[in-house]
């Protein structure tokens, strides 16, 4: 398919679930939420002690790798169980602007075209509004500098005035929580640390996508080579892999992710490495040699021992932190004893059906490793599990809380909280959907009918045409009077590219054809077709 054509049907795709406005009026009767991201969930701002003035450098795609590095780069003080910023005159703060929420939506407000890369829980913030949820009486975000500890006694601090100023601004109402991925081990670590103060403000707690015993294949890599938030032609405009390796290694919350090691797990992470050694006789054999998440960290301390950074003409040594592998191991601890009180009730969602790194393997036999050292530079092989890609399923089910239920449901790390089943499943516990009779996990809502592509040359030109059908299912009622007025709505968009060389150039076309509901169910339709002509 071309390029152009590809990305307009993704943007129609991404329109069809905004199609349906946020209803107008209010629910009054609805208990307030609380929306709490994961690691790098969040805006942060970086602010100039001596001049006053704010930029936002996370996320931010123009410029982005040059102040990621000069802001937010830090060096972690154990004294204080803070990452603190290389640069003593910046501070990082996140917007509390929209009640929290603004800093949780979408990461880069200024991307004129929204991405997926930057979306956050603006899909689940648009949903909840069209429930009957409103901005700062029953929905509230909690953004928080990530590269912290989720025990850090100030992000604590923040947690427990959040909750007492939503109790007061709902009419002292008790708090429903949402959390998605590491937000779910900062929340457990409230209750760990504050149950009292949990117990007073909130009703229920939904966990998505939480790493409750680490992602220990994610987080290896993470460590030994850094990771790369974004994909594709993205990555060009964004943070570099080694820029971000270099901050995760100073960021105890990363640590706080690492596989927990006194689990047990069906099948234990492990470290592998093909090494090549010598014996006695000068002959070189090739071993494959495993490590366990224990034994692993004499791995790392040696891979890192070198590592450093050029920061304002000073090379600074950032190698693996062992106080904050320490700092790490105590806020495990703590996490092994928290109870969610008797009168909270606790729901945990997790993910399913993608390959999720697990173990982690360098080298083969035909290219072993001969120096860890060079470990930071060379690409890993992963053995996977299932799960979210990011966490396995085996750790996110692991809550160890007593839970009203555990729902798996099928879909990425990042994409679970946008997922049309997760929506129908919160709507059902948080009360808001009035269905007692719902099964949160058997739903179906969005049912593929048909897929077809065709291309073919017209006048020297490339033709490319593509039509999608879908049968969606609601359990909402307003498209039943959609039905009666029997108006389908129908929308179109055309785009264009012409090459550099202005000898290439395309053109697109789509229109989505929306049905009123029949029986429970809602046809839509998508014809697109893409016209290109080549040097």
Request: aromatic content about 10%; proline content about 5%.
């Amino acid at each position: 398919m071309a390029m152009l054509l590809e990305e307009l049907v993704k943007s129609m795709e991404m329109w069809l679930k905004l199609i349906k406005k946020p209803q107008e009026y209010i629910d009054p009767t609805l208990d307030p939420v609380l929306l709490v991201p994961g690691v790098a969930g969040s805006i942060l701002n970086a602010v100039d002690k001596k001049t006053g003035r704010t930029e936002r450098v996370w996320v931010r795609i123009l410029g982005a790798d040059h102040e990621f590095c000069d802001k937010l780069w830090c060096r972690f003080d154990p004294s204080t169980g803070k990452t603190a910023n290389l640069d003593p005159d910046t501070i990082i703060e996140v917007p509390e602007d929209r009640y929290g929420l603004y800093a949780i939506d979408n990461l880069d407000p200024d991307m004129i075209i929204g991405s997926d890369c930057v979306y956050y829980f603006h899909d689940m913030i648009a949903e909840m509004l069209s429930w009957g949820y409103q901005e700062g009486k029953t929905l509230f975000g909690f953004g928080y500098d990530f590269r912290q500890s989720n025990r850090l006694q100030e992000t604590m601090e923040c947690f427990a005035q959040k909750l007492e100023s939503i109790h007061t601004a709902s009419g002292g109402k008790k708090i429903n929580i949402i959390s998605h991925s590491m937000g779910g081990l900062l929340v457990k670590c409230f209750v760990a640390l504050h149950s009292d103060i949990f117990e007073k403000y909130v009703k229920s707690w939904i966990a998505i996508a939480a790493p409750f015993q680490g992602a220990p294949g994610y987080i290896t890599s993470s460590l030994l080579n850094g990771t790369s938030f974004v994909h594709g032609w993205e990555e060009r405009f964004f943070i570099s892999k080694w820029s971000m390796h270099q901050l995760l290694i100073e960021c105890p919350s990363i640590y706080e992710l690492m596989g927990c090691p006194d689990f047990q797990w069906e099948h234990a992470p492990v470290l592998e490495i093909w090494k090549e050694k010598s014996n006695s006789n000068g002959e070189s054999t090739v071993i494959l040699e495993s490590y366990s998440p224990l034994e692993a960290v004499s791995v790392y301390e040696r891979a890192l021992s070198n590592n450093k950074v050029n920061y304002n003409g000073e090379k600074i040594s950032l190698p693996f932190n062992l106080e904050l592998l320490k700092w790490a191991n105590e806020t495990r601890e703590i996490l092994c004893h928290a109870k969610v009180p008797d009168n909270v009730k606790f729901y945990n969602i997790y993910g399913t059906n993608y390959e999720t790194p697990h173990s982690v393997c360098y080298g083969s036999q035909n290219a072993p490793i001969s120096d860890l050292q060079q470990l930071p530079f060379i690409q890993s092989k992963y053995i996977a599990v299932d799960g979210d890609g990011t966490v396995p399923t085996e750790s996110a089910k692991a809550d160890g809380l007593n839970a009203e239920a555990r729902v798996g449901v099928p879909g990425d790390h990042r994409g679970i909280i946008c997922d049309r089943h997760v929506f129908r499943v919160v709507k059902h516990w948080l009360r808001a959907d009035h269905d007692p009779y719902y099964n949160p996990i058997n739903d179906y809502v969005i049912l593929p009918t048909a897929f077809d592509i065709k291309r073919h040359q017209e006048k020297g030109l490339d033709v490319t045409s593509v039509g999608e059908e879908w049968e969606i299912v609601s359990e909402s009622q307003d498209g039943e009077e959609n039905a009666a007025r029997g108006k389908p709505k129908v929308g179109s968009i055309s785009v264009s590219h012409v090459g550099g060389d202005k000898a290439t150039w395309e053109e697109a076309h789509a229109t989505v054809i929306v049905h009123p509901k029949s029986e429970g169910k809602q046809h839509v339709e998508l014809n697109a077709m893409s016209v290109s002509a080549r040097a």
